[in-house]
């Protein structure tokens, strides 16, 4: 039986790349991604064949890597972070449920043994950067409205608010999208300090990697871009100094033991 292997390669550090990916990767022939992803991986890369779709095209990269892999070619889809968060894992699977339900007519995809492998996500990467700013309950927004309604949006800012949740918010910005970052950073003042420790991550673990250090009250849209995680600390959160060196971490309770 032919596979799939649906793989999220990490942040962009070949080094973070997990071992079962590597040798994911090894044994596929065809790998399906975004070209700039494929860049990345570099040496890895050697000897395959690429199939390079845009942006835009996530349900063409996901219909492209189910036909090679039902015509009997390992095959790879991939792509940055962990493919499971906010990427295209779940492109494949909404497909074969299509499938099954008979919306589609590609009964050789049922066929296809498919295996998804984990990566570092963006907001990991983001928070060793700096420390542990994940140390205690967290979640992830999206802040695009491409797929899912403002309104949804909106009421999951203000749950993350009220859940007092340290928050990392993919799809900050695009250049079509320039307000809702700071909707976002107006929306959790009204539930905590001003003074709460932001990260600001470009180009997380790559070569123009920056990141820098703020606060929600001084959190603005201009200052970010699509390449760029923001983590938003909970009201316990702290940044401290030690000499040139600069961490924030969010406290779990370890202070009644200590």
């Known amino acids: 039986m032919s596979k799939l292997f649906v793989m999220g390669m990490g942040p962009g550090d070949l080094g973070l790349v997990a071992p079962n990916a590597t040798k994911a990767l090894s044994v596929c022939s065809d790998w399906v991604a975004y070209g700039y992803y494929l860049d990345l991986l570099g040496e890895l890369s050697e000897g395959k064949t690429f199939h390079n779709l845009p942006l835009g095209e996530e349900i063409g990269r996901a219909r492209l890597a189910l036909d090679l892999a039902a015509q009997g070619k390992n095959t790879a889809l991939i792509s940055s972070g962990d493919i499971g968060i906010y990427a295209m894992a779940t492109l494949v699977f909404e497909l074969l449920d299509m499938q099954l339900q ?76 320039d307000w809702q970052l700071n909707h976002a950073r107006d929306v959790l003042l009204q539930y905590r300090p001003a003074s709460t420790p932001v990260m600001i991550g470009r180009q997380l673990t790559r070569p123009e990697e920056v990141i820098t250090f703020t606060t929600l009250g001084q959190l603005d849209a201009k200052d970010v871009d699509m390449f760029t995680m923001v983590s938003v600390g909970n009201s316990d959160t702290k940044h401290i100094v030690n000499g040139d060196k600069s961490w924030i971490y969010t406290p779990r309770g370890y202070s009644k033991k200590l």
């Open 102 to 177: 008979g919306k589609e007519d590609h009964p050789e995809w049922l066929n296809v043994d498919i295996e998804v492998i984990p990566g570092i996500s963006a907001m990991q990467a983001g928070a060793s950067r700096v420390g542990a700013m994940l140390g205690h309950d967290f979640c992830t927004i999206s802040l695009s409205d491409l797929l899912t309604p403002w309104e949804t949006i909106d009421k999951r800012l203000h749950a993350c608010g009220a859940g007092d949740f340290v928050v990392s918010f993919y799809n900050p910005v695009s250049k079509k999208r």
